[in-house]
């Protein structure tokens, strides 16, 4: 098989696999993973984390996740597992960018899908909105909405979730109002949080630093570097890894996105296949180690 990565850019393979959309599942993914990471995917004995994420894709569909995925539909189950007040406040929703009433949205807040993921945007200052940027945002989102996120990686939660534009109130840590919010990302595995990593400086060039439950420092690369600063334990830390444990309970594996926020934790989102199963851990022996984690039984 010819190793797409050697000839194409990463944007240019994915366009090549969205013209393969139409293929079925299982081909779909062994074509997409190869030309991701130069391997063949085994699924009768999957046994690196990617690769046992590819195999969930094709045997653990389980329709509850659905609307875990969905940052509406969501809102709900937090509300009920966390307590009022456990996600960043909703300022409304709507089923096409011309709906929205911006006069009525405060001058910052943040616009993101419901049913997709990468299409958060965060607006500093309405009122500094250009007409070029409004409409650059209208032909962002009218394409968002047109896409069933499901058949970019095949991440089966989010199939045929309904579509919508929503706007959260832009939250800001109050000891350093123009820094961006850390979110902590914990790996968890049947309800037991084993891996964790934190993501900086999002809005410039991100970085993912990793950590045990200890919050020892781990030698880890993932999709970004990993920063040049000391990141202190979050005060809440504890706290954190109690409630990844309790919102991924009877899962075989998940990623928990929480954010400690002005003596508050805050949750994130489900993330059921971090990197899309595409995005391989090094040094190698994380790839193997995580694997483990995954009770395929």
């Not at 939660?157 to 840590?173: C, F, N, V």
């Amino acid at each position: 098989m010819i190793d797409l990565r050697k000839i194409f850019g990463r944007s240019i393979r994915s366009k090549i696999m969205y013209g393969l959309s139409f293929l079925p599942d299982k081909p779909y993914l062994r074509l997409f993973y190869f030309t991701t990471t130069g391997r063949r995917i085994n699924f009768k004995n999957p046994v690196g984390y990617n690769e046992k994420l590819q195999w969930l894709k094709i045997n653990d569909k389980r329709p509850e996740y659905g609307p875990l995925v969905n940052k509406l539909a969501v809102r709900e189950h937090i509300e009920r597992e966390m307590g009022k007040g456990s996600m960043f406040p909703l300022l409304g929703y709507w089923k096409s960018f011309d709906e929205i009433d911006f006069s009525k949205l405060p001058d910052r807040f943040v616009l993101k899908c419901n049913h997709d993921s990468g299409s958060t945007k965060i607006i500093r200052d309405k009122n500094a909105l250009t007409e070029k940027e409004i409409a650059e945002m209208r032909r962002f989102y009218t394409k968002r909405l047109k896409k069933d996120f499901f058949y970019a990686d095949r991440e089966y939660p989010y199939k045929g979730l309904p579509r919508y534009i929503m706007a959260e109130q832009l939250m800001i840590d109050e000891t350093a109002p123009e820094k961006s919010i850390e979110d902590y990302k914990f790996f968890c595995f049947n309800g037991e949080p084993k891996l964790m990593f934190v993501a900086t400086d999002r809005s410039t060039s991100c970085k993912f630093d990793f950590y045990d439950m200890d919050f020892n420092h781990l030698d880890i690369y993932n999709i970004h570097p990993n920063g040049d600063k000391v990141i202190e334990k979050p005060i809440m830390f504890e706290e954190m890894k109690n409630i990844a444990a309790k919102l991924s309970k009877g899962m075989r594996q998940v990623r928990i996105d929480l954010y400690e926020l002005n003596g508050k934790i805050y949750f994130g989102e489900y993330t059921f296949f971090h990197g899309g199963g595409f995005q391989l851990f090094h040094p190698e022996e994380w790839e193997r180690r995580m694997g483990d984690w995954i009770d395929l039984s």
